[in-house]
């Protein structure tokens, strides 16, 4: 997990998402995905999520290795870090507009290379 000597202040961010919901989250950190997680190896963006203001949860984002490398071949050069993330928060934000119930069904969420030739175009990223 990400350290740092001196105490962050988070910024708590709000997005309405298409079913009606008003979610409101924060980024926590990025680590390796475990070794044993069937998504590893990947990048795990975790974020807490309230759309209630009550319950907080964890939803985590993967960004496997894979899709990278494919992007990367593709393109010509690697998805540098604001590009990554970028990519995890609309991942996050497709899931706020699709899924009913991002607690029961979107806690773990996934970018494959589909996903994130899509997010990359939609920023204008070549």
Excluded: C
Excluded at 19 to 43: C, H, I, N, T, W
């Amino acid at each position: 997990m990400i350290h740092n000597e001196r105490m962050t202040v988070r910024r708590l961010k709000t997005y309405t998402g298409a079913q009606g919901y008003v979610y409101q989250y924060y980024f926590v950190g990025k680590r390796a995905a475990l070794a044993d997680d069937p998504e590893a190896p990947a990048s795990e963006f975790i974020f807490d999520v309230t759309s209630d203001r009550k319950l907080t949860y964890a939803v985590s984002v993967f960004l496997p290795e894979s899709p990278l490398a494919a992007w990367s071949r593709d393109h010509g050069r690697p998805v540098n870090d604001a590009e990554q993330y970028a990519a995890v928060k609309l991942r996050l934000f497709r899931a706020f507009d699709e899924l009913a119930d991002v607690k029961e069904q979107g806690r773990r969420l996934t970018i494959n290379a589909q996903l994130l030739e899509e997010a990359l175009a939609s920023l204008g990223v070549e």
